[in-house]
C-alpha cells in the first residue's frame, strides 16, 4: 500500500504559480503510477495530469496545457505538479492518486489540497 499527502495549495492571485507537492510513503514508490486530479465546487473530479497508457510521455487535461507541469523525484518519494499562468477556473481540490499499473484504475488517493485562484 501507499500513503499520499499533498501540500502546497493557497490562495493565489490570477496569473500567478504554485507547486503543489505530494509525499508518498512506502519503499516501493517507484513501482507506482502516479497522477494528479482536482474537483472544483459543483463539479466533478477530473484528470489533470499524468503519465500516458504507454508511460513515454504525460498527458494533460486540455485546459492546463502548456500551463502545468508534472514531474516526480523517485529519491524523495514526491510528484509535483507546478502550476503557471493560473486562472480563477484553476479553483479546486487538488488531489494525488496512485496505482500499481497503467492498466489499472487509480485507487490510492490523497486527502487533497486546497487551491484557490483570485481574479
Known amino acids: 500500500q501507499v500513503q499520499l499527502v499533498e501540500s502546497g495549495g493557497r490562495l493565489v492571485e490570477a496569473g500567478g504559480s504554485l507547486r503543489l507537492s505530494c509525499a508518498a510513503s512506502g519503499r516501493t514508490f517507484r513501482n507506482y503510477v502516479m497522477g494528479w486530479f482536482r474537483q472544483a465546487p459543483g463539479k466533478e473530479r477530473e484528470f489533470v495530469a499524468g503519465?500516458?497508457?504507454?508511460?513515454?510521455?504525460?498527458d494533460y487535461v486540455d485546459s492546463v496545457k502548456g500551463r502545468f507541469t508534472f514531474s516526480r523525484e523517485n529519491a524523495k518519494n514526491t510528484v509535483y505538479l507546478q502550476m503557471n499562468s493560473l486562472k480563477p477556473e484553476d479553483t479546486a481540490v487538488y488531489y494525488c492518486?496512485?496505482?500499481?499499473?497503467?492498466?489499472?484504475?487509480?485507487?490510492?488517493w490523497g486527502q487533497g489540497t486546497q487551491v484557490t485562484v483570485s481574479s
Open positions: 503519465p500516458s497508457w504507454s508511460g513515454g510521455s504525460v
Open positions: 492518486a496512485a496505482k500499481y499499473s497503467s492498466m489499472s484504475p487509480y485507487n490510492y
